[in-house]
Nanobody
Framework: VQLVESGGGSVQPGGSLKLSCAASETTAAGYCMGWFRQAPGKEREGVASIASDGTTSYVSSVEGRFTIIKDNAKNTLYLQMNSLKPEDTGVYYC?????????????WGQGTQVTVSS
């Protein structure tokens, strides 16, 4: 699956952004899609994921502020980010792969930069 992210940018603390990830094909049952981010000098971390049955999961630091949405009709994954904080800054990547499989087997997008700063 080819993935193309968009929607990144610069925003002040407390602001909102909505990231999009267009997939080249419909993902099969048993597939998970998710958003990851990597800040300068830090390890990549999982932010949010959604399984083919609609089950969602979030890292605790974004719980209640971020929402992951999958539009199956458009083969597009979204990440609505509200109440953004400076620590949310990083390159955000979209990924897709078998649920429970190693991330090394996942397909990845090219990333989109999110900068939260006053």
């Amino acid at each position: 699956v080819q993935l193309v992210e968009s929607g990144g940018g610069s925003v002040q603390p407390g602001g909102s952004l909505k990231l999009s990830c267009a997939a080249s094909e419909t993902t099969a049952a048993g597939y998970c899609m998710g958003w990851f981010r990597q800040a300068p000098g830090k390890e990549r971390e999982g932010v949010a994921s959604i399984a083919s049955d609609g089950t969602t999961s979030y890292v605790s630091s974004v719980e209640g502020r971020f929402t992951i949405i999958k539009d199956n009709a458009k083969n597009t994954l979204y990440l609505q980010m509200n109440s953004l904080k400076p620590e949310d800054t990083g390159v955000y990547y979209c990924a897709a792969g078998g649920c429970g499989a190693s991330l090394h087997t996942y397909d990845w997008g090219q990333g989109t930069q999110v900068t939260v700063s006053s």
